[in-house]
C-alpha cells in the first residue's frame, strides 16, 4: 500500500511537470527553440492568478482565465520584441535571449511582487478522493492536473493534425522555407504557437502552485528545468512524450527517494535519463530523423 | 577595458569627494534571486534603525548602504569591494552564511569590523577576531533544541527533514542528531531534501509517519515548513513540530492558513507579537513603511544597527576615525558590552564573535506566539 | 613548433591568433600596474582572478560549442570537479610544499588531471547523442555532479586520508581536518590564487586551443561539425575526435575552477548549477562561437557588468537583463547591424567607396 501511495504521490508532481513540458514541447516542435523563459512565463501567470483570486476575490476559474489572457499577450509581447528580431539567427543566440528574457522575467516580478513568497489559494480545495477505507488518498489538485493535461494533449493534437493553421505549423517545422513557398506566413504561424504556449504556461501556473503552493519570483524557474528535462525524456517536440516524460520523471523522483535515497534523488533521477537516452537516442516517443546527405 | 577602467577611477573619485559627519556602514545580502527574502528584511530592517538614530540627532549618525550579493560567495566579495570603495567604516558582513564566510575572511584581511545579523554557521568567526553574531550560531541551535524536547518531554522518537544543500540547515542538523542521544532521544527517520526538489514531501513525511515519530524537527527556512505543513495535514499525519528562528515568518506568509502552523513550536530569538516598547515600535514602523510584517531578519538587521550606535557612543569613536582605528576599538566594547535589543535583553559577546542570548521557546496559538515557560 | 606552424597557417587566421594574444598580453600589463599603483579600485582589483578564471571557462567551452560544434549545458560541472580536487589538494599539500606559487601551479594540474578523467567517462556516453539531447545529457552530468559533491566528505588525519558519501563516517583522529564537509563544502581555503597566475592559465588555455584548432586534429574537428557524414566517409575517426576536444576542454575548465576557488575562502558545490554553466554559455555565444577573442571579452564585459550598475540598485540585475537581451540583437539581428553599421562613420565611407 506504501508503494501505491508514493506511485500516486509520483503521479502527483509527474503531472505538475507534464503540464509545463506541455509548453515546452509544443513551442520546441514547432518553433525549433528552447524557450527557457517559459518557466518564468509560469511564474507570472501564477502570479496574476493569485492576485486575481486572493486580492480582487475572484471566482478561481475566472482568475485562471484572466492569467491566460494575460500570459497570452505577454507571449506575443515578448516574442515580439526578442525572438522574432532572432528568426534568421542561429539556434544559439535565440536560447541565450531566452535566458535574457528569463532574468528579466524574474527580476520585474522581484520588483512588482517583492520577493516574499506568497501562499496560492488552490483553485479547487484541498481535498482528495480516499480509495480503500482512506489507505489511499488521491488529491482533487492531481485528478485535475492529469484531467487538464488529458485535454489539452488531445485538443493540441487535433488542432496540429486537423486544422489549416496546425497543418501551417507543422509545415513551418519541417521546413520553413518550403512552408513559406506554399504562402503560409510562416512568422504570424511562430508568433502563434508562441501564444498558445504562453497561454498554456497560465494554467500550468495555477495548477503547479494549486498543488504546491508558495509563489515566489523564482517559483518557475526550476520545475522549468525539470519539465524540460521532461519534454526530452519523452522526446522532445512529441506532445503524448512530453505528458509521459512529465509522468515518469515524477515517479522516477518519488521513488528514488523513497526506496534509494533522498540525498541523491535528483543524481539518480538524471542518471535514469541518460540511460534512457543512450538506449533511445530521441527520447521515449521522439521521432527518430533521418539525415541526408 | 581601458574605457571601463577610467570610468572607475573617475566614479571612485567622485564618492571619495561626498564626505558627511556620519559613520559608513555598508552590508551585503541577497537583493535579488532565489534568497531576496532574508536580504531584503535584513537591509529593511537596518533602513529603519538608521533612520531612527538620525533623526534622534545624536553624537553617532550612520550612512547606510546595502550591496546585493545573490546569496553567492563570489558577489559578495565583489559587493564587499564596492562597500569598501565607498569608503565602509563598519560592516553588517552578508546577510546569509556562505556568503559571509567569503566576506568575514577579507574583513579580518581589512581590518574591517564586521557584525552580521543572521549568518549563522559556525566557520563565519572561526579563527577571526573581528567578526561578530546578531544571532545564534547553528551548532547552539541544534544542540539548544534537542536540549528543550528532551527537558521539556515533548517527545522519545524524533525525525529530522533538512535540506541537503544548504549550510545553515545542515549545521543545525548535525549537532541535533549528535546530541539527541545523549539525551535519550531516539531519531527514527532522517531524509532531506534540496533545490529542484522541494516541492513534494509525501516520502519523507510517510518514512517518520511509518517510523512511529511523534515529533518532527524541521532545521530550515519557513517557505519549505509551510508545504511540509500543508501536506502533512493532508494525509493525516499529525505529530508535534519543532522548528528553529529560520521557521519565524511563517505566520506572515500572505495567504497562509494560520490553522496550519497550530501548535508548531520553535525557538526563536525574536517575536513580532511581543508587548514591549521596542518591539511594537519597531514592527508598527516596518508594516507602515512595507506592509509586512518584519521576521527575524529584520529583527537581527535593526538590532545590529542599535548595537553598533551603542559601542560607537562607548569608544566615543568620530566618524573621522579610520576604518582600522574603529575595528580595534569595536573589538573591545563588543567583548566587553550589554546590549538590550528586540532579539533579546542581556545581550554579551563572546571573544570568539558568539553571540549568547536567551533563546525563547515559542508555541503557535489561534495564530499567534505563546511563549512556552 | 608552434613558430613552425604559425607560418605555416594563412595570414588571416595567423594574424587573428596574434591579435588574441596581443590583446590579452596588453590587458594584463595595463591592469597589473595600475593595479600595483593603486589606481584599479578594490572592486575592479578583487575581479581580477575570477575573470580570468571565466576566461578560460569561455575558451574551453568554445572548443566544444564554437569549434566541434556541440552544446554543453554542464560545463561549470567540471569547474567543480577541479575547484573541489584543486583545493583539496592544495591543503594536502600545505606542509610539503610552503612556497605558494608551486603549490597553486601543482594543485591546478592536479585539478586538469581530474577533470579530465571526469571528462572522458562522461564523454563516453555524451558523444554518442547529437544535438539538444547531448545538451540535455551535459546538464544531466552537471546536476549529478553537483548531487553527488554535496554529499561527499573527504578528511584528512595522521592515518591518512578518509572519504565518506552521504554521511560523515571518515571518523578522524584527534587533529584530523573535516577537509570536504558534503553541503557546506570546504571553509578556511588560503587564498593563494593571483591575477599574474590567472594571466599565465588564459595564456596557456590559448595556446593548448590554438595549437589544437589548427593542428591536423583541429581540422578534423571542424569538418565533422560542418558535415558529420561526409567527414565520416573520409574516414575521420569522429568519435576519438569529439573526445579529444571534450577532454581537452574539460581539464582546462578544471584548471579555472581551481583558480577560482582559491581566489576565495570557502566554496560550496552550488556554485557550480545549470546557472554558471548558462553564463559561460553566454560568453561564448556573445563573443562569437569560435571566435576565442570574442569569449575573452565577453567574459571580461559580462562579469564587470553587474558590478558597474550597482548605482541603479534595486533595477540592477533588471538592466542586466535588458542590456544582455539588446547586446543578443544587436550582434544577431540582420537589420539592426545594418542600422549601427549605419552609425558608424568609418564603415560607411567604406560603403560608398
Keep these: 500500500m506504501i508503494f501505491l501511495n508514493f506511485f500516486i504521490s509520483g503521479i502527483s508532481l509527474g503531472s505538475i511537470y507534464a503540464i509545463i513540458a506541455l509548453g515546452y514541447t509544443m513551442v520546441y516542435g514547432i518553433a525549433k527553440m528552447l524557450n527557457f523563459a517559459h518557466g518564468d512565463v509560469i511564474m507570472v501567470g501564477a502570479y496574476v492568478c493569485f492576485y486575481a483570486i486572493s486580492r480582487y476575490g475572484l471566482n478561481p476559474l475566472l482568475g485562471v482565465v484572466i492569467a491566460m489572457a494575460a500570459c497570452t499577450l505577454l507571449g506575443i509581447i515578448v516574442e515580439r520584441l526578442a525572438y522574432k528580431p532572432l528568426r534568421q539567427a542561429p539556434s544559439l543566440a535565440v536560447l541565450i535571449t531566452a535566458i535574457g528574457m528569463s532574468y528579466f522575467l524574474q527580476n520585474t516580478a522581484l520588483l512588482l511582487w517583492s520577493s516574499n513568497p506568497k501562499v496560492f489559494p488552490s483553485i479547487i480545495g484541498r481535498g482528495a478522493f480516499k480509495l480503500f477505507d482512506g489507505a489511499l488518498s488521491v488529491s482533487h489538485v492531481t485528478v485535475l492536473t492529469i484531467a487538464t493535461c488529458l485535454v489539452i494533449m488531445i485538443v493540441l493534437s487535433l488542432f496540429i493534425s486537423k486544422t489549416k493553421l496546425g497543418k501551417a505549423m507543422r509545415a513551418c517545422s519541417e521546413d520553413k522555407g518550403a512552408a513559406q513557398l506554399m504562402g503560409i506566413n510562416v512568422n504570424a504561424t511562430i508568433s502563434l504557437t508562441f501564444a498558445i504556449g504562453s497561454g498554456l504556461a497560465a494554467i500550468a501556473g495555477a495548477l503547479l502552485c494549486s498543488a504546491y503552493p508558495t509563489l515566489m519570483p523564482t517559483t518557475g524557474s526550476l520545475p522549468g528545468i525539470k519539465a524540460f528535462t521532461a519534454a526530452v525524456f519523452g522526446g522532445i517536440g512529441s506532445i503524448p512524450g512530453a505528458f509521459l516524460g512529465g509522468i515518469m520523471l515524477g515517479v522516477i523522483e518519488i521513488f528514488a527517494k523513497a526506496y534509494i535515497s533522498s540525498q541523491l534523488s535528483d543524481a539518480v533521477v538524471f542518471a535514469v535519463l541518460i540511460v534512457v537516452l543512450l538506449v533511445k537516442p530521441s527520447g521515449l516517443l521522439g521521432k527518430q530523423l533521418q539525415e541526408k546527405v | ?373 | 613548433m608552434t613558430m613552425r606552424r604559425l607560418i605555416n597557417l594563412k595570414r588571416v587566421e595567423a594574424r587573428r591568433i596574434y591579435l588574441t594574444y596581443g590583446v590579452v598580453i596588453l590587458a594584463y600589463i595595463i591592469c597589473q600596474t595600475m593595479s600595483s599603483t593603486k589606481m584599479l579600485s578594490s572592486s575592479m582589483r578583487g575581479m581580477l582572478v575570477p575573470i580570468c578564471a571565466y576566461m578560460v571557462m569561455a575558451v574551453s567551452l568554445n572548443l566544444v560549442v564554437g569549434i566541434s560544434g556541440e552544446l554543453s549545458l554542464g560545463h561549470a560541472g567540471f569547474m567543480s570537479v577541479g575547484a573541489f580536487s584543486g583545493v583539496a589538494s592544495a591543503i594536502l599539500m600545505q606542509s610539503v610544499i610552503p612556497f605558494e606559487p608551486v603549490r597553486l601551479a601543482l594543485a591546478m594540474i592536479i585539478a586538469a588531471v581530474f577533470a579530465a578523467i571526469a571528462g572522458f567517462l562522461i564523454g563516453i556516453p555524451v558523444l554518442r547523442l547529437k544535438g539538444d539531447y547531448l545538451a540535455i545529457v551535459t546538464l544531466a552530468f552537471g546536476e549529478i555532479i553537483k548531487s553527488i559533491l554535496n554529499n561527499f566528505y573527504m578528511g584528512v588525519d595522521s592515518g591518512g586520508v578518509h572519504f565518506s558519501m552521504l554521511t560523515d563516517t571518515t571518523r578522524l583522529l584527534k587533529g584530523g581536518r573535516l577537509i570536504i564537509r558534503g553541503p557546506m563544502g570546504i571553509s578556511g581555503i588560503q587564498k593563494i590564487s593571483t591575477f599574474p597566475a590567472g594571466f599565465i592559465l588564459v595564456m596557456i588555455s590559448l595556446m593548448v586551443v590554438f595549437n589544437l584548432v589548427n593542428s591536423r586534429s583541429g581540422r578534423a574537428f571542424m569538418a565533422i561539425r560542418d558535415d558529420r557524414i561526409a567527414a565520416e566517409s573520409i574516414g575521420l575517426d569522429i568519435t576519438k575526435y569529439k573526445m579529444m576536444a571534450f577532454v581537452t576542454s574539460a581539464a582546462l575548465a578544471g584548471a579555472a575552477g581551481a583558480l577560482f576557488a582559491m581566489n576565495y575562502s570557502t566554496i560550496v558545490a552550488n556554485k557550480f548549477d545549470f546557472n554558471t554553466s548558462i553564463l559561460i554559455l553566454v560568453f561564448v555565444v556573445l563573443g562569437g562561437q569560435g571566435n576565442m577573442l570574442g569569449g575573452i571579452i565577453a567574459a571580461a564585459v559580462l562579469t564587470i557588468l553587474p558590478e558597474k550598475l550597482r548605482q541603479f540598485s534595486d533595477y540592477r540585475m533588471l538592466l542586466y537583463a535588458i542590456i544582455l537581451i539588446v547586446m543578443m540583437l544587436a550582434t544577431n539581428n540582420a537589420e539592426i547591424k545594418y542600422f549601427l553599421s549605419r552609425l558608424n562613420p568609418f564603415k560607411r565611407r567604406e560603403e560608398a567607396e
Design chain 2, 1 to 373: 577595458m581601458k574605457k571601463i577602467l577610467i570610468c572607475t577611477a573617475l566614479v571612485l573619485a567622485m564618492t571619495s569627494c561626498a564626505f558627511g559627519a556620519a559613520f559608513k556602514i555598508g552590508g551585503t545580502g541577497p537583493l535579488t534571486g532565489g534568497a531576496a527574502i532574508y536580504g531584503n528584511a535584513a537591509k529593511n530592517g537596518a533602513e529603519i534603525a538608521v533612520e531612527e538614530i538620525n533623526a534622534m540627532g545624536g553624537d553617532v549618525q550612520f550612512e547606510l548602504r546595502y550591496e546585493d550579493d545573490t546569496h553567492d560567495a563570489e558577489k559578495a566579495v565583489n559587493a564587499y569591494n564596492a562597500l569598501k570603495d565607498w569608503g565602509m567604516q563598519v560592516s553588517l558582513g552578508s546577510v546569509t552564511s556562505k556568503p559571509c564566510e567569503a566576506t568575514a575572511a577579507e574583513n579580518f584581511a581589512d581590518r574591517i569590523f564586521a557584525l552580521t545579523p543572521s549568518a549563522s554557521s559556525a566557520a563565519v568567526t572561526e579563527g577571526k577576531d573581528n567578526v561578530f553574531q546578531m544571532c545564534f550560531v547553528d551548532p547552539n541551535q541544534g544542540s539548544a533544541s534537542a536540549q528543550y524536547i528532551a527537558d521539556k518531554k515533548f517527545a522519545k522518537k524524533v525525525a529530522v527533514i533538512w535540506k541537503n544543500d544548504d549550510v545553515y540547515s545542515k549545521g543545525i542538523r548535525d549537532t541535533f542528531v549528535e546530541k539527541a542521544p545523549e539525551l535519550g532521544l531516539e531519531v527514527v527517520s532522517e531524509t532531506t531534501f534540496a533545490d529542484g526538489n522541494d516541492n513534494d514531501f509525501s516520502v519523507q513525511l510517510t518514512d517518520a509517519q511509518n517510523k512511529g515519530a511523534e515529533l518532527v524537527f524541521l532545521p530550515m527556512y519557513y517557505q519549505p515548513a509551510s508545504l511540509i505543513l500543508a501536506q502533512a495535514q493532508a494525509m493525516g499525519y499529525a505529530p508535534k513540530w519543532f522548528g528553529v528562528d529560520g521557521m519565524d515568518g511563517i505566520l506572515t506568509m500572505e495567504g497562509f492558513e494560520k490553522s496550519l502552523a497550530e501548535g508548531v513550536m520553535l525557538l526563536t530569538p525574536f517575536n513580532a507579537d511581543a508587548s514591549d516598547e521596542k518591539t511594537k515600535s519597531f514592527v508598527a514602523k516596518y508594516q507602515a513603511k512595507h506592509g509586512e510584517i518584519p521576521n527575524q531578519f529584520a529583527a537581527d538587521g535593526y538590532d545590529c544597527v542599535y548595537a553598533y550606535k551603542e559601542a560607537l557612543e562607548l569608544a566615543k569613536a568620530t566618524p573621522d576615525m579610520s576604518a582600522e582605528d574603529i575595528c580595534t576599538k569595536m573589538i573591545e566594547q563588543f567583548t566587553t558590552m550589554t546590549f538590550n535589543g528586540v532579539t533579546g535583553e542581556n545581550v554579551k559577546w563572546a571573544a570568539n564573535g558568539e553571540v549568547t542570548k536567551d533563546p525563547k521557546g515559542m508555541v503557535i496559538k489561534d495564530g499567534a506566539y505563546v511563549g512556552l515557560d
